[in-house]
């Protein structure tokens, strides 16, 4: 029975991945974006030029919709089918944790490593949410992995196809994010192997991978040359280097402080950040030892070198951290497993766990209190002070809940440090899985408004129906209705360049145009809105009716002299 565990612990993640990334809706604007362009190359059968709503989209390069437009062609047009392969990339990015650990002769600690990295809260939200985050960082580790095993391989046959798979990796993270699929790597292994003192491998190393890289990224990035010959202009002046420097990119402002990704990094590892004091206890007094070990001098240069490269950048988001955590985990498994072996009474574990429980209990108590008095007192408390509305089911949370205190309270019982973190693992991991479940409805509503807009726009549904969205809602309307002439209203946001090429001309409408084509009152008109602002600042006439649900508004104009139904 004991051999079967390991694969009981792969089949639990699998489920813990994949099984809840069917249920839910897609969120604007990210899932929704990372649906439609694959969505489009699969209806136009052109899979070399991205296009969003029938746009030229230059924002990244193609790997991405290819995989999630692979997933939909197998799954169907679904919510699901935009998130499995970022979940896949995920778990495959496990197993390469484990083989690098491994490889260092460190097996056991590459296992825990895997179970730290897939229940990091970052890892999990990236890893089963629709962006191309998780793809990037699977290819960043397939290549620092097989570089590490080209680094310690001696048969030179057997590094020259490492060196290969380690080059093929960074065309594929090009191929998905750009120039990052080089930049990560060198930046990492350059510190690395001055470190090791072995730089003269820096001029026999980087000419098989940097040729296996052209191989694998070269016939894209030709054809698309060939059909867009602006491509590379935008793509690598705008989207590469005015916003590392600004912050700015062609449509969008992501400019952040410095210290931006510290608190990102700190939050996206927990819970295992409430364990540093049993980490630091683990690296106490062997740090120098444990450090002269090439796989944590690697994990080193991969998470701090990569952590100062991402804040040294002007354009940041949460998500771009997420090729860190691999080698943190790695750190942070070194840690605990050398502190599980000190043989010690484990009371800097036991306070994280008694911790978490003693902040947990109370505030269920308050919430379950809150939410029951509302029930049976309606008005009684604002809603704004309430997680759940008056006639949403709070009662599942509150079972997850208390599921997850009741394994972190048979971890506190537990002697041996194994079964502390084998319990606390199942209660966090049962708490990802429950999530959904927790998410409060009236949440749903306003950053999934892909149902309500279907059933909104059918009541609106009559020849020649003029269909427009502004910068928040239009690829949501785009993929709801299936259709690749959404007209952008009054901001062109991620659009922009797009809307000022040719074939953009005449799907932008300002607030004044809209109000020229009401007058005119010559064709119907629906406009999706995030604004409740700016449906205020629409003409209000005869005729008009707005529908909204969570924030979210479609405002449909009839003809003139037609009737209300």
């Known amino acids: 029975m004991k051999k079967y565990i390991p694969l009981l612990v792969v089949a639990c993640f699998f489920v813990l991945y994949l099984g809840p990334i069917w249920q839910r809706p897609l969120y604007i604007p990210d899932e929704t974006r990372y649906a439609e362009v694959p969505r489009e190359m699969i209806a136009?059968?052109?899979?070399?030029?991205?296009?969003?709503?029938?746009?030229?989209?230059?924002?990244?390069?193609?790997?991405?919709?290819?995989?999630?437009?692979?997933?939909?062609?197998?799954?169907?047009?679904?919510?699901?089918?935009?998130?499995?392969?970022?979940?896949?990339?995920?778990?495959?990015?496990?197993?390469?944790?484990?083989?690098?650990?491994?490889?260092?002769?460190?097996?056991?600690?590459?296992?825990?490593?895997?179970?730290?990295?897939?229940?990091?809260?970052?890892?999990?939200?990236?890893?089963?949410?629709?962006?191309?985050?998780?793809?990037?960082?699977?290819?960043?580790?397939?290549?620092?992995?097989?570089?590490?095993?080209?680094?310690?391989?001696?048969?030179?046959?057997?590094?020259?196809?490492?060196?290969?798979?380690?080059?093929?990796?960074?065309?594929?993270?090009?191929?998905?994010?750009?120039?990052?699929?080089?930049?990560?790597?060198?930046?990492?292994?350059?510190?690395?192997?001055?470190?090791?003192?072995?730089?003269?491998?820096?001029?026999?190393?980087?000419?098989?991978?940097?040729?296996?890289?052209?191989?694998?990224?070269?016939?894209?990035?030709?054809?698309?040359?060939?059909?867009?010959?602006?491509?590379?202009?935008?793509?690598?002046?705008?989207?590469?280097?005015?916003?590392?420097?600004?912050?700015?990119?062609?449509?969008d402002d992501r400019s952040q402080p410095f210290w931006y990704f510290l608190p990102v990094l700190l939050g996206g590892l927990m819970p295992w950040t409430l364990f540093a004091p049993a980490i630091w206890f683990g690296y106490r007094g062997k740090a120098r030892e444990l450090f002269r070990t090439p796989l944590l001098r690697y994990s080193v240069c991969m998470a701090a070198v990569w952590f100062v490269l991402f804040s040294v950048s002007s354009g940041k988001l949460a998500t771009y951290l997420l090729p860190c955590f691999p080698a943190c985990a790695i750190l942070i498994a070194a840690g605990l497993v050398r502190y599980a072996e000190t043989g010690k009474n484990y009371r800097e574990a036991d306070w994280v766990i008694k911790s978490l429980f003693r902040i947990l209990l109370p505030a269920l108590i308050v919430l379950f209190a809150l939410q029951t008095f509302n029930l049976f007192a309606p008005g009684r408390i604002p809603q704004n002070f309430l997680l759940y509305w008056r006639g949403e089911n709070f009662f599942l949370p509150v079972i997850a809940v208390m599921v997850l205190l009741l394994w972190l309270r048979m971890a506190q019982e537990m002697k041996s440090a194994g079964l502390k973190f084998i319990c606390f693992g199942v209660g966090i991991g049962f708490a990802a899985f429950a999530y959904p479940v927790t998410i409060p409805p009236h949440l749903v509503r306003h950053i999934a408004p892909v149902d309500f807009i279907v059933r909104s726009a059918a009541k609106a549904a009559e020849p020649g129906l003029l269909v427009m969205a502004d910068d928040r809602m239009t690829v949501a309307t785009s993929w709801a209705l299936r259709s690749e002439e959404i007209g952008v209203y009054r901001k062109k946001g991620e659009l922009a360049y797009g809307l000022d090429r040719p074939e953009g001309r005449g799907r932008f409408y300002p607030p004044e145009r809209l109000k020229e084509l009401v007058e005119e009152g010559v064709r119907p008109i629906l406009v999706v809105t995030g604004s409740d602002k700016r449906v205020r600042e629409m003409p209000s006439v005869p005729g008009r009716s707005v529908y909204s649900s969570g924030g979210v508004y479609l405002v449909h104009y009839r003809p003139r002299g037609e009737k209300m139904p």
């Open 44 to 251: 136009s059968g052109d899979s070399i030029v991205p296009r969003l709503n029938g746009l030229p989209y230059f924002e990244k390069p193609v790997l991405g919709y290819w995989m999630n437009a692979a997933a939909m062609m197998v799954f169907g047009e679904v919510p699901g089918a935009v998130r499995v392969m970022g979940a896949l990339c995920t778990l495959l990015s496990a197993l390469l944790i484990w083989l690098l650990c491994r490889r260092a002769g460190v097996e056991k600690a590459g296992r825990v490593a895997a179970v730290v990295f897939l229940l990091s809260g970052l890892v999990f939200a990236v890893g089963t949410y629709g962006v191309l985050d998780a793809h990037l960082s699977f290819f960043v580790m397939l290549t620092m992995t097989a570089f590490y095993y080209a680094y310690t391989e001696k048969n030179l046959w057997k590094q020259a196809g490492y060196l290969a798979v380690a080059g093929a990796g960074v065309g594929l993270a090009f191929l998905v994010k750009g120039l990052l699929g080089f930049v990560l790597p060198a930046a990492a292994i350059v510190p690395f192997l001055l470190w090791q003192r072995d730089w003269k491998r820096l001029f026999t190393l980087p000419w098989i991978p940097l040729i296996a890289a052209l191989a694998v990224l070269a016939p894209w990035a030709i054809a698309v040359h060939r059909a867009e010959p602006d491509f590379w202009h935008q793509f690598i002046g705008v989207e590469h280097f005015q916003r590392f420097t600004s912050g700015q990119g062609a449509n």
